[in-house]
C-alpha cells in the first residue's frame, strides 16, 4: 500500500523568501507524483507531476519539484514566494496503473509581508 | 466548461437523518472520485466509477455510505443514518485517463452533522 508523509503541517515564510515543502512516500510500486494545491474556499488544483523522465518537475507559478528515487522523496520548492501563494499543500501518490491517488496530510504555507 | 461542481455547498443535518450529495464532473471526463476531507488531513479516497461502473467502493467508511454514476454522467453520494462523525468536506474529482492524469477536483460539500 501505497503512504504519504508530508513533514510540516506549516511554514510560515516572509514574502520574496524562498521555501521548499517536503514530501516523503512509500510505495512496493512505481509511482506517479503530484503536488496540488488549495487556495482558501477553492478546489485543489494542480501544481506539477512527475511521470518519468527528468526528476526535475516544473509546475505553474514558478514551483518545481525534484524527484529522489533513493530517498523516496519529492520536495517542492519556489525560489521566492509571494503573498498569494498562501495555501494549503497537498503531495499525492498513485500507483502507475492503477486508479486511485493518496494524498498527505497537507503543508499550510502562509507568506508573511 | 465550468469544471467540477457540487450541489450543495453546506448541508447542516441532525444525527439520523440522511443526505444526498451531486456532482456532476466535466463533461468528456469518464472517471469520477470521491474524497473524504477531515480538518488537518488530505482527501482520502472513499469511492471511484469508470464511466457508469463502480469499480471500487471498499474504502467507502460503512455501509451507510453509497454512490451512484447513472449513465456514466453525474454522480450522488448518499449517507444513511447519519452520525457526527461524518461531518467532513465531502470533494469530488474528475479525469480522462488513469492514474498519470490530472483530477479536477470540485469545491466540496461541507457536511455538519448536529
Given at each position: 500500500a501505497q503512504s504519504v508523509t508530508q513533514l510540516d503541517s506549516q511554514v510560515p515564510v516572509f514574502e520574496e523568501a524562498p521555501v521548499e515543502l517536503r514530501c516523503n512516500y512509500s510505495s512496493s510500486v512505481s509511482v506517479y507524483l503530484f503536488w496540488y494545491v488549495q487556495y482558501p474556499n477553492q478546489g485543489l488544483q494542480l501544481l506539477l507531476k512527475y511521470l518519468s523522465g527528468s526528476t526535475l518537475v516544473k509546475g505553474i507559478n514558478g514551483f518545481e519539484a525534484e524527484f529522489n528515487k533513493s530517498q523516496t522523496s519529492f520536495h517542492l520548492r519556489k525560489p521566492s514566494v509571494h503573498i498569494s501563494d498562501t495555501a494549503e499543500y497537498f503531495?499525492?501518490?498513485s500507483e502507475t496503473g492503477g486508479f486511485k491517488t493518496i494524498f498527505g496530510a497537507g503543508t499550510r504555507l502562509f507568506v508573511k509581508a | 466548461d465550468t469544471g467540477v461542481s457540487q450541489d450543495p455547498r453546506h448541508k447542516i443535518t441532525k444525527r439520523g437523518q440522511n443526505v444526498t450529495f451531486r456532482c456532476d464532473p466535466i463533461s468528456e471526463h469518464n472517471r469520477l472520485y470521491w474524497y473524504r476531507q477531515t480538518l488537518g488531513q488530505g482527501p482520502e479516497f472513499l469511492t471511484y466509477f469508470q464511466?457508469?461502473?463502480?469499480l471500487e467502493k471498499s474504502r467507502l467508511l460503512s455501509d451507510r455510505f453509497s454512490a451512484?454514476?447513472?449513465?456514466?454522467?453525474f454522480s450522488?453520494?448518499?449517507?444513511q443514518r447519519t452520525e457526527q462523525?461524518?461531518?467532513?468536506?465531502?470533494l469530488c474529482a474528475s479525469s480522462l485517463g488513469g492514474a498519470d492524469t490530472e483530477a479536477f477536483f470540485g469545491q466540496g460539500t461541507r457536511l455538519t452533522v448536529v
Amino acid at each position: 500500500a501505497q503512504s504519504v508523509t508530508q513533514l510540516d503541517s506549516q511554514v510560515p515564510v516572509f514574502e520574496e523568501a524562498p521555501v521548499e515543502l517536503r514530501c516523503n512516500y512509500s510505495s512496493s510500486v512505481s509511482v506517479y507524483l503530484f503536488w496540488y494545491v488549495q487556495y482558501p474556499n477553492q478546489g485543489l488544483q494542480l501544481l506539477l507531476k512527475y511521470l518519468s523522465g527528468s526528476t526535475l518537475v516544473k509546475g505553474i507559478n514558478g514551483f518545481e519539484a525534484e524527484f529522489n528515487k533513493s530517498q523516496t522523496s519529492f520536495h517542492l520548492r519556489k525560489p521566492s514566494v509571494h503573498i498569494s501563494d498562501t495555501a494549503e499543500y497537498f503531495c499525492a501518490v498513485s500507483e502507475t496503473g492503477g486508479f486511485k491517488t493518496i494524498f498527505g496530510a497537507g503543508t499550510r504555507l502562509f507568506v508573511k509581508a | 466548461d465550468t469544471g467540477v461542481s457540487q450541489d450543495p455547498r453546506h448541508k447542516i443535518t441532525k444525527r439520523g437523518q440522511n443526505v444526498t450529495f451531486r456532482c456532476d464532473p466535466i463533461s468528456e471526463h469518464n472517471r469520477l472520485y470521491w474524497y473524504r476531507q477531515t480538518l488537518g488531513q488530505g482527501p482520502e479516497f472513499l469511492t471511484y466509477f469508470q464511466n457508469e461502473a463502480q469499480l471500487e467502493k471498499s474504502r467507502l467508511l460503512s455501509d451507510r455510505f453509497s454512490a451512484e454514476r447513472p449513465k456514466g454522467s453525474f454522480s450522488t453520494l448518499e449517507i444513511q443514518r447519519t452520525e457526527q462523525g461524518d461531518s467532513a468536506m465531502y470533494l469530488c474529482a474528475s479525469s480522462l485517463g488513469g492514474a498519470d492524469t490530472e483530477a479536477f477536483f470540485g469545491q466540496g460539500t461541507r457536511l455538519t452533522v448536529v
